[in-house]
């Protein structure tokens, strides 16, 4: 069903009532693949046309739009972004990779007809690349170029599908009314050099001013003959700031499960979300989850105060509150704060939450904590994941309650946009009443499961999550794609 559309607020009634004709917005699919910049095969493209699909393909790329012929949408008149995405039927186009040989970049491009009458500047435009669940890039198409996707590492035989919509601005003038657009698809292949995933791109680094150090079966610094257990961001100034959910969140480092490597991120700044409930239920059971007009979560503690025998995370509501979207009374779990694009790049992922102690080195905290795992897709930092964060110097002998010092070669401690530190560990402490947390000092403390502390959530992210663009730095973050 096609959609009728709302009335622009600056328009008077007089001038909408007037209106004869019926504006149309429609998008001609003509499919154009560049190689570059330098020469077009169009003319090698075979066209099929049956009453549903348009199809393109020559030796190297195959396109396929939902609707033959025109993409139209009718009685057009300015609407508010919502309202655009809420009625706008969605254009499905699929770009597979017929050649064989990898395409490393490419980008889909909305370019106008010559019959074209409406203003460029007037179309608003979403793309949703998860089927139509989610649309989460929405632009003026003048702004961006015209370029509506792009895209990245697309193997042989294999395809991405995005959904696209279009609408008319609710800024658009008088002028826009009785106005049609047309326009073309063009698929752009670029002769880019390969572009690793995010895990291969923060190896490439190892060594350099980055801060990217491997670490050794033994948890020391590796050398070049050495296996390296783990990649690690370490010593006070590192570039692992990375846009996460649109938030600035830090890498903690590269590490291996089953074979796969992935990225392991925390975010810059405990929760601070209004939209945090007070209360959480899990298994029928309400758990106090934050202190009221505060952001400071408890670890432990149910409405009848009484005390759990278990300081494991997965005994913890907050692991409940921070894997899924809502709980059995509908309030809102971290989950449902997330993107969907941030979402679609969780991993679920082994966490280490076995026991230490103070008196733990940094060392023997890493071994004491792979005693007991969980399985998720959210957790917390662990005692060593904080103590890897100093200088390497350090690593040999660092203890857990002597932080004091060699606090300040960390790049965790000494971030640029944190506002208040303190925050809890995923670590439980050899004490069953206590966890081990951080407090604002920077400093290791271990303090009683009916507490409060900030929360500071860690996710995992797909093998094949991409870093196209940013160096790591506070102001040009690395930006993250599927």
Not at 121 to 131: E, P, V
Not at 426 to 433: E, G
Request: charged share 25%; glycine share 4%; hydrophobic share 35%.
């Amino acid at each position: 069903m096609e959609p009728n559309l709302v009335k622009k607020s600056g328009f008077t009634e007089n001038t909408v009532r007037k209106q004869k004709k019926i504006l149309v917005i429609a998008v001609i699919c003509v499919i154009t693949l560049f190689i570059g910049t330098s020469y077009s095969l169009l003319t090698n493209f075979d066209t099929k046309n049956d009453n549903n699909v348009l199809s393109f393909e020559n030796d190297n790329l195959k396109v396929t739009v939902n609707k033959a012929g025109l993409i139209t949408l009718d009685k057009n008149v300015p609407e508010a972004d919502e309202i655009g995405l809420k009625k706008s039927v969605p254009t499905v186009l699929t770009i597979t990779n017929t050649g064989n040989t990898d395409i490393t970049k490419y980008s889909i491009i909305l370019n106008k007809d010559k019959m074209t009458t409406l203003d460029e500047k007037y179309i608003k435009y979403a793309i949703s690349t998860d089927y139509g669940v989610s649309y989460a890039k929405t632009g003026l198409l003048i702004n961006d170029n015209k370029v509506i996707f792009k895209g990245y590492n697309l193997g042989v035989n294999k395809s991405k599908t995005i959904y696209l919509k279009l609408w008319l601005d609710l800024d658009a003038s008088d002028d826009a009314l009785n106005k049609n657009y047309y326009g073309n698809i063009e698929v752009k292949l670029e002769n880019s050099a390969d572009i690793p995933y995010a895990n291969q791109s923060i190896k490439k680094t190892l060594g350099s001013k980055t801060g990217v150090i491997g670490i050794n079966k033994d948890g020391l610094l590796a050398s070049s003959k050495d296996t390296i257990r783990e990649y690690r961001f370490s010593g006070k100034d590192v570039n692992n700031y990375v846009k996460y959910n649109s938030e600035l969140w830090r890498i903690i480092g590269v590490f291996k499960e089953n074979n796969e490597e992935y990225l392991k991120i925390v975010r810059d700044n405990v929760l601070d979300n209004e939209k945090i409930p007070i209360v959480y239920q899990v298994n029928d059971v309400n758990y106090e989850l934050r202190s009221n007009n505060s952001n400071d979560f408890y670890w432990h503690k149910t409405s009848t105060s009484k005390v759990s025998s278990d300081n494991s995370f997965s005994a913890s509501p907050l692991s409940s509150y921070l894997n899924t979207l809502k709980d059995e009374r509908n309030s809102k779990g971290y989950l449902s704060l997330l993107s969907n694009e941030a979402k679609s790049m969780l991993r679920k992922t082994t966490y280490y939450s076995g026991s230490a102690s103070l008196d733990d080195t940094l060392l023997s905290s890493y071994e004491k904590e792979k005693s007991k795992s969980w399985t998720g897709e959210i957790a917390l930092m662990t005692a060593s994941d904080y103590g890897y964060t100093i200088s390497s110097d350090n690593f040999q002998d660092a203890i857990l309650n002597n932080f004091e010092e060699i606090k300040s070669t960390s790049w965790l401690y000494n971030s640029k946009n944190t506002k208040d530190f303190a925050f809890w560990l995923m670590t439980s402490d050899n004490d069953k009443d206590n966890i081990l947390c951080l407090s604002d000092k920077g400093e290791f403390k271990s303090i009683s499961i009916s507490a409060i502390n900030g929360l500071r959530p860690v996710v995992s992210l797909k093998t094949d999550v991409l870093i196209t663009s940013g160096d790591g730095s506070v102001d040009n973050p690395y930006l993250l794609s599927l």
